[in-house]
């Protein structure tokens, strides 16, 4: 019942996350505007700067065209934050200690070194997809967008109090 992605580096951001399970891009995807629109009033990024397809893609929004772990790794000429001598420095600290559902960047990035982008993308895409019906849900999908099942997925379940925090 998982769901069948193809492995896409676009799609893996170089401080450790998966954008499939990000709202924004997900949102942008499905040309969603109510929810892009929502999503642009609460995090102050004006709408016309909000849409995203992807961390190492052409169009970001945004906080992550602003990413200093991104433009760090593209002058290094390194993939992944995992990859750099001063791993982690207090940029990725830093960043990783803010949101929630950043909770497991460090897990992300030894995964990475250790079996490859590719295996790692396939292990997100079925640790984010809901048991019951294999939709691939998000970091803040307490409820499975496709069938209701509660929690959205293993990373909901695994980080569950953390991530309600973020809307306390
Ligand atoms: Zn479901």
């Known amino acids: 019942m998982e769901t069948k992605i193809k492995p896409d580096k676009t799609l893996v951001s170089v401080c450790g996350l998966f954008c499939y399970s990000c709202g924004i891009y997900t949102a942008t995807q499905a040309n969603d505007i109510v929810n892009l629109q929502r999503i642009a009033d609460r995090t102050k990024i004006p709408f016309a700067e909000i849409k995203c397809n992807g961390c190492r893609s052409e169009t970001l929004t945004a906080y992550c065209k602003n990413c200093y772990m991104r433009k760090c790794a593209g002058e290094k000429g390194i993939d992944f934050c995992g990859e750099c ?65 509660m929690p959205g997925n293993d990373f909901v379940k695994n980080n569950l109090e953390q991530l309600k925090s973020a809307f306390n």
């Open 85 to 149: 001598e001063e791993y982690p420095c207090s940029h990725i600290k830093d960043f990783q200690s803010r949101m929630p559902h950043r909770a497991e960047l460090w897990k992300s990035q030894e995964r990475i070194k250790e079996i490859g982008w590719e295996k790692w993308f396939n292990e997100m895409t079925e640790y984010f997809s809901c048991a019951e019906c294999g939709a691939l849900n998000g970091w803040y999908d307490f409820k499975c967008r496709k069938c209701g099942n």
